[in-house]
């Protein structure tokens, strides 16, 4: 999958998340485009892309608030974290975390 491809997967996923899909017809495309995005980083891992994709993978995953896509989403966010530390993007991801952690401590 290409880095725009991948932009593009996420780009519907999000939307289509947005306006209330069935998580179990995302879910899976997710996880594909989260594959494809950290396959292209052991490619190209200094490609610009990679940091803001790997926060909307984080984003698509909150979006979906199932169990399952907390779980990617934490998973996601770790290696956003170990790959882009000090990235704006991932500051915007963690963001997204933490609102999930708020909202299972009520």
Known sequence: MSILEIGN???????????GARVSDLLS????????????A????GDP?????????VHLYR??????AITRMRSAYVWLVAHYARQPYTIWAGRDVASIDARQRR
Do not use: F, I, S
């Open 9 to 19: 997967r996420l780009r519907d996923a999000t939307q289509r998340a947005a306006r």
């Open 29 to 40: 495309q997710a996880e594909l485009t989260e594959d494809a995005v950290r396959d292209w």
């Open 42 to 45: 052991r490619k190209y891992p």
């Open 49 to 57: 892309w990679l940091p803001l994709d790997g926060a909307k993978v």
């Open 63 to 68: 979006l979906m608030a199932t169990q399952n």
